[in-house]
């Protein structure tokens, strides 16, 4: 059964550094995903992805996020200044077309910035 | 606003003991309804949703519109099953694409 991969699974920065994360989501999948679940608090959406842009983003994903899909399989986001509150399993998650198609998740990043 | 409550943190229960995971959602809409299951160092898997109506591992839920609740259920719980279980709300033909998730509920099943 296809997966959607994450690497690295886990990512140690220093605060103010930039980190991008890396998401291959399954080949004929739609729409993209981006979560985070900070150490023992809900997973919590960051952004959503589809035809090329954004399609929703949450309250969390400000000025410092971005996220691309620079070819047809790679789907990354990019924290430009990593703060120490970011650190959190990141969840990449993807889902074929259909209002009510499931999310299929990746294994996480785990980011911690020190 | 989309908002997905779980109230219990954490369910121990003994084996063979019926298990019922709460969950309560607030939307204005149409929602579609899922649970998620993470295994310890595994990734969230999908369940069950509720338009499936379907039973998996032996677990079942049921959308109750009147009480805003998708309470999962399995009669006769394993040891198997100990996980932590996410209730998520997506907003279905209303076109919003992002899923809520709820806090998670770990169940442990003792033996």
């Known amino acids: 059964e296809p997966e959607v991969t994450q690497t690295p699974s886990h990512q140690v920065t220093q605060m103010g550094q930039e980190v991008i994360l890396r998401c291959v989501p399954i080949?004929?999948?739609?729409?993209f995903y981006w979560y985070r679940q900070i150490l023992g608090q809900k997973v919590e959406f960051l952004v959503s992805f589809y035809n090329n842009e954004i399609s929703e983003k949450s309250e969390i994903f400000d000025d410092q996020f971005s996220v691309e899909r620079p070819d047809g399989s790679n789907f990354t986001l990019k924290i430009r200044s990593t703060k120490l509150e970011d650190s959190a399993m990141y969840f990449c998650?993807?889902?074929?077309?259909?209002?009510?198609?499931?999310?299929?998740f990746g294994n996480g990043t785990r980011l911690t910035v020190t | 606003a989309q908002r997905v409550t779980q109230p219990e943190k954490l369910l121990s229960v003994f084996k063979g003991a019926p298990v019922e995971l709460k969950c309560n959602y607030s939307y204005s809409g149409s929602p579609e309804l899922f649970w998620y299951v993470q295994y310890s160092r595994q990734r969230l898997q999908l369940l069950l949703r509720?338009?499936s109506r379907e039973s998996i591992k032996g677990f079942t839920a049921d959308l109750n519109k009147g009480e805003t609740s998708f309470h999962l259920k399995k009669p006769f719980a394993q040891e198997e099953d100990s996980a932590m279980y996410y209730c998520a709300l997506s907003g279905g033909a209303s076109g919003t694409y992002k899923y809520i998730f709820g806090t998670g509920t770990r169940l442990k099943v003792l033996a």
């Open positions: 509720h338009i």
């Open positions: 998650a993807s889902r074929f077309a259909g209002y009510n198609s499931p999310l299929h």
């Open positions: 080949s004929n999948h739609l729409y």
